[in-house]
């Protein structure tokens, strides 16, 4: 099954201009990337951060950055009102004006801010900053969208054929949620399909475990049989199985072996994992040793596209996600 293409998400955005943060505007990665975009004209860049020091970093790495946007959180003209709508928003934190100069003096706060007051799109952070640093402000500011009770996230997972005939798949969550509960993980499980058919697949979701189908047992089992009923329940026409050995979730040969008629079983390309450990050492794996292209992790749930990067990206990763934050906007 092939990707939905960057070419259909450029087309998006020529034919309807956005534009995205960059809370850490003076990384070279971000830079560089930035650079790109503004070469291709289709997506304005904001980057915060004092205008000199940007500029300069960029002219020596030799990245023209001419047209993007340039914002100061210590010279922006209209701070005033940031602080004012911050406060207003935090007002149940009791937070002072003189709390939240401090506070939306950081590239992370400030920035969602410009999303929140429609200066900007969207975001995307992490470069430097840690997850908790993005998804924070967000949750702060932005909030979960209406139907949504939590933020999650998802990789989508790209490995190329020479044929076009791309391998596309979607885990989570690997990156915000420590220890899903079931309904948790049925939410979960909604976004991601919903975030994976965005990118052309057709969700054939697996309920991950160390056991397939009662074949093992303990309360990790019990979590994701229990949690893959739910999700059945909740999404009566969804394609959806578990608990699912990885191994009997990917391969025909198993699947018949060991949960032979399942609907998923053998042909699963969305895949929940139990907790954040085995989400995130799952898609590192896909990427460093099985080739694949990975693009996230993409938050779900909230109520504007905020996005965060991984603090290892290439400016490469930081391009792609900058197209996939500003075309789901």
């Known amino acids: 099954m092939a990707v939905y293409n960057f070419g259909t998400m450029v087309n998006l955005l020529k034919k309807n201009p956005k534009k995205i943060v960059f809370t850490e505007g003076t990384d070279v990665r971000i830079l560089e990337a930035a650079s790109r975009l503004l070469a291709s004209n289709f997506l304005t860049p904001v980057l915060i951060g004092k205008p000199d020091e940007i500029e300069k970093?960029?002219?020596d790495e030799g990245y023209n950055i001419r047209g993007a946007e340039i914002i100061d959180p210590e010279n922006f003209d209209r701070f005033e009102e940031m602080v004012e709508q911050f406060c207003e928003l935090r007002k149940s934190k009791g937070v002072t004006p003189a709390q939240a100069r401090g506070i939306l003096s950081a590239g992370n706060y400030f920035g969602t801010m410009l999303v929140k007051m429609g200066i900007?799109?969207?975001?995307?952070?992490g470069?430097?900053?840690?997850?908790?640093?993005?998804?924070?402000?967000?949750?702060?500011i932005i909030k979960t969208k209406p139907g949504s009770s939590m933020v999650?996230?998802?990789?989508?997972?790209?490995?190329?054929?020479?044929?076009?005939?791309?391998?596309?798949?979607?885990m989570a969550d690997c990156a915000i949620n420590i220890k899903p509960t079931?309904?948790?993980?049925?939410?979960?499980?909604?976004?991601?399909?919903?975030?994976?058919k965005i990118f052309g697949i057709?969700?054939?979701?697996?309920?991950?475990?160390?056991?397939?189908?009662?074949?093992?047992s303990g309360?990790?089992?019990?979590?994701?049989?229990?949690?893959c009923a739910k999700a059945k329940a909740k999404f009566p026409d969804a394609k959806i199985d578990g608990e699912l050995q990885f191994d009997a979730a990917v391969s025909p040969a198993v699947a018949k072996t060991k949960c032979k008629g399942s609907p998923v079983a053998g042909y699963a390309n969305t895949f929940i994992f139990p907790d954040i450990n085995a989400g995130n050492i799952g898609y590192k794996i896909a990427q460093r040793m099985g080739s694949f292209e990975a693009?996230?992790?993409?938050?779900?749930?909230?109520n504007a596209p905020i996005n965060d990067l991984s603090r290892g990206c290439n400016a490469q990763e930081v391009y792609s996600m900058s197209i996939i934050t500003a075309a789901l906007s």
């Open 295 to 302: 693009y996230g992790p993409i938050l779900l749930g909230l």
């Open 152 to 170: 999650s996230s998802c990789f989508i997972l790209v490995r190329p054929s020479v044929t076009g005939d791309n391998q596309v798949i979607a």
């Open 57 to 59: 970093i960029a002219e």
């Open 127 to 140: 470069a430097t900053y840690s997850t908790a640093d993005t998804v924070r402000p967000a949750l702060q």
């Open 219 to 227: 309360e990790d089992v019990d979590k994701m049989r229990n949690a």
């Open 202 to 216: 057709d969700p054939k979701v697996a309920f991950l475990s160390y056991s397939t189908l009662g074949s093992g």
């Open 182 to 196: 079931e309904d948790q993980l049925v939410e979960i499980c909604g976004e991601t399909m919903e975030c994976a």
């Open 120 to 125: 900007a799109d969207c975001l995307l952070g």
